[in-house]
């Protein structure tokens, strides 16, 4: 139920932050980590400078972009700080929350183990 709840967060969050192009997800076993999945939501949205990284998973946050304020302009919301909080109690120590790759225009790369 968990990994259900954390994916649908970050899925949902590519699918409102992508006007167009792809949403991707991907899960897979890392050799370098045995018993432990990593799975990857990465998109084509209008991506996130990183300056803005850590107001990510805070509640109710707003990303400092234009773009954002029309597509959803109350802000990220709850599903973010929902999904990192669930992470941090399922992951393992040695990856213990959701790391993020983002290049402003390009698109965002959401990941975590399981």
């Given at each position: 139920?968990?990994?259900?709840?954390?994916?649908?967060?970050?899925?949902s969050n590519a699918?409102?932050?992508?006007?167009?192009?792809?949403?991707?997800?991907?899960?897979?076993?890392?050799?370098?980590?045995?018993?432990?999945?990593?799975?990857?939501?990465?998109?084509?949205?209008?991506?996130?400078?990183?300056?803005?990284?850590?107001?990510?998973?805070?509640?109710y946050a707003n990303?400092?972009?234009?773009?954002?304020?029309?597509?959803?302009?109350?802000?990220?919301?709850?599903?973010?700080?929902?999904?990192?909080?669930?992470?941090?109690?399922?992951?393992?120590?040695?990856?213990?929350?959701?790391?993020?790759?983002?290049?402003?225009?390009?698109?965002?790369?959401?990941?975590?183990?399981?």
């Amino acid at each position: 139920m968990r990994l259900s709840q954390i994916v649908l967060n970050l899925l949902s969050n590519a699918i409102k932050f992508t006007k167009e192009g792809m949403v991707k997800l991907t899960a897979g076993c890392m050799d370098y980590d045995p018993g432990w999945v990593q799975i990857r939501v990465e998109d084509a949205g209008i991506g996130i400078h990183k300056t803005s990284f850590q107001r990510l998973f805070s509640s109710y946050a707003n990303i400092d972009l234009k773009e954002s304020q029309t597509m959803n302009p109350a802000g990220v919301g709850l599903g973010l700080n929902i999904a990192s909080n669930l992470v941090k109690l399922v992951a393992p120590e040695s990856h213990p929350g959701i790391s993020v790759t983002s290049v402003p225009n390009e698109g965002s790369v959401f990941s975590f183990f399981y």
